[in-house]
């Protein structure tokens, strides 16, 4: 497509992503046409749509970006989650898009805080020091950093972000899609995007219904997958929990205790009742997700921090000159705001907004708790000094933008990866053996690590959370077995709701996405679709070249299992 129909098609190729800091991004919506036209289309700012862009964009293509809220990097920014990585990602184990990514935030840090000379020396920055990665940072920093990646494609016309827009509809051609309907989340207007390959990069596969691609749903039952951890029969209403996250800082000797939270009363007393069964109140010890026994629930935000304080700790005073903060601060996304009682997918628009504002109660509570009741290891309860921080994570009630979500609906694929390819004690069943890896898939086109990771569920499952082994994307989970020219993008690839566990995190989701551009751009150039790239040998290893002559890994070293 030529760059003058492009801009044609957009409006004069405004991007709202070059007005999403000034707090106006949708306003470039009202200079763009009812029909937009482009090369590829992606629906969804999350770390994967964010990838596919930097993948089409790189191979010359034109693309808009929907996101439904105004900070595109999903999980890192609007859902307030620091990145969920495995050991060796200082080393290898990532695109290196991805690593650009976190040597932008390290360096972010650098230019724009007053650091230590010890921190802003450090190779390996982690700015929180939390516990969960090695790199902790606030999501207001990674949008800054992400911007920054994408700003030269929209300044040239060649990208278009829509903020607040969201897809509500879906024309289809055959076996091919013609057209998505997209709407303006602030004005309700309504327009069309055309394009040779659409991408469904939403945070629960919303493209997927829209455009009568084959999907599944929640638990499937083992005699379709073999997963060790299924159930006998499908259980498409049993999905993994979600979370409202929320940032917060101490403040000593003050005192920032919010108003009690309308639900109080209710998850200040609730018990989950799982299976197997929690240790008790929901406030108080956790259930431990590897041996689901008690696990002894410590906090506390004062000095150097301990416990659940540290855990997801985007900013540790130790790193920045003194003075220049008061306290650190923590993202609060536990097993203790985790909310089970109602699903966001399989539901009506009403009944989840129902569900988001009692899982935002359930955040409030536990914040709540934390300053008025949590019994401190010095005889004393609460922690008043403990503020809500609304400023870091954009909000006016304090609460993360969007849910975190873990599960998503997920094409019914050319290739399905179940637990027995992936997971360590499966893997050793089916083998016969201890020195295991993970199955090695020809068509690789990324790579990624994690454990099994499935929080509590809609079902009543509690944690399911066991070993797996440093695995491979396989293109086949990329490629739904009808439509042609669709492409997952996000957490919606060809997995079980047991693999979903270790496919769902941060760099796996850019690995994804950024496979799912780069197969787009691939197609549009060698006039293929992704199913004939998979099935000839010759043309997926020109595929498989290209990806890797651009930095992305597809085969990992021999490792240790986790």
Known sequence: ??????????????????????????????????????????????????????????????????????????????????????????????????????RGVRQYYRDHYPMTPQARSNPKLNPGNGSVSKLCHEPKVALAVLTAMLAPYASSGKLLVLLEHAPVGAEMDGDKVRSVTIRDLRSGDRRTILAPYFLDATEMGDVLPLAGVEHVVGFEPKSETGDRNAPEVYQPENQQSFTCCFAADYAPGEDHTIDKPAEWDFWSKYVPKLNPAWPGKLFGDAADPKTLGARKFTFDPTGAGTGFW?????????????????????????????????NLIGVTPEEADRHIARAKQLSLCLLYWLQTEFPRLDGGTGYKGLRLRPDVVGTTDGLAKHPYIRESRRIKAEFTVVESMVGTDA????????????????????????????????????????????????????????????????????????????????????????????????????????????????????????????????????????
Not at 12 to 40: C, F, Q
Not at 311 to 337: C, S, V
């Open 310 to 342: 540290v855990y997801r700790r985007i900013l540790d005073t130790k790193n920045f000159a003194e003075g220049a903060f008061a306290g650190g601060m923590t993202l609060i996304n536990w097993p203790q705001n985790d909310y089970w009682l109602g």
């Open 427 to 562: 893997r050793r069943a089916k083998l016969g053996r201890d020195d295991v890896e993970a199955e090695r898939f020809p068509d690789s086109v990324g790579v990624g690590s994690y454990r099994i990771d499935l929080h509590p569920s809609s079902g009543s499952d509690n944690y399911i959370d066991v070993s797996s082994l440093p695995f491979q994307i396989p293109l086949g989970s990329l490629i739904p077995q009808r439509v042609e020219n669709l492409v997952p993008a996000c957490k919606n690839l060809g997995v079980t709701h047991i693999t979903n566990g270790c496919y769902r995190l941060h760099p796996v989701e850019w690995g994804i996405g950024e496979a799912a551009g780069a197969l787009a751009a691939h197609c549009i150039d060698t006039k293929q679709v992704p199913r004939e790239v998979r099935n000839s040998p010759a043309k997926l290893k020109s595929f498989q070249n290209k990806l890797v002559a651009q930095g992305v890994e597809i085969e990992w070293p021999k490792l240790s299992p986790r």
């Open 1 to 102: 497509m030529q760059r003058r129909q492009f801009l044609e098609g957009c409006g004069y190729g405004i991007s709202s992503l070059l007005l999403a800091s000034s707090g106006l991004g949708s306003a470039s919506a009202r200079l763009i046409s009812r029909e937009i036209t482009t090369d590829v289309a992606i629906l969804g700012g999350g770390l994967g749509g964010v990838a596919a862009a930097l993948a089409a964009l790189r191979a010359g293509k034109t693309v808009v970006m929907t996101e439904p809220t105004d900070w595109i990097g999903g999980q890192l920014t609007q859902q307030a989650v620091p990145p969920d990585e495995h050991p060796w990602i200082e080393m290898f184990g990532a695109n290196a898009t991805y690593f650009a990514f976190r």
